[in-house]
């Protein structure tokens, strides 16, 4: 497994991203971790996908864009 970008929206902040190792806490993937601590209230949105199916994206950019190929999607405003 490989590194993993988190695109995050929320209500009323510019949408931004991070990247993230591959493993998140002890005996879980990244994408279990962010499948299980996403915000699930009204206006969020949080995307997970590998970087390597995203080459090039700027996780510093501000607002950042959406992710391509996304594993993982978790929130109402998805």
Do not use: H, I
């Not at 493993?23 to 879980?28: D, K, L, M, Q, V």
């Not at 949105?45 to 590998?50: G, L, P, Q, R, Y």
């Not at 992710?67 to 978790?74: A, P």
């Amino acid at each position: 497994m490989g590194d993993v970008f988190v695109w995050m929206r929320v209500a009323g902040v510019p949408d931004s991203a991070q990247r993230l190792g591959s493993s998140g806490y002890p005996c879980e993937s990244t994408l279990d971790t962010v499948r299980r601590t996403s915000p699930t209230v009204d206006g969020a949105c949080t995307e997970a996908a590998w970087a390597s199916d995203n080459p090039g994206y700027d996780a510093d950019a501000t607002p950042a864009k959406r992710l391509k190929n996304v594993q993982v999607s978790v929130g109402p405003a998805c």
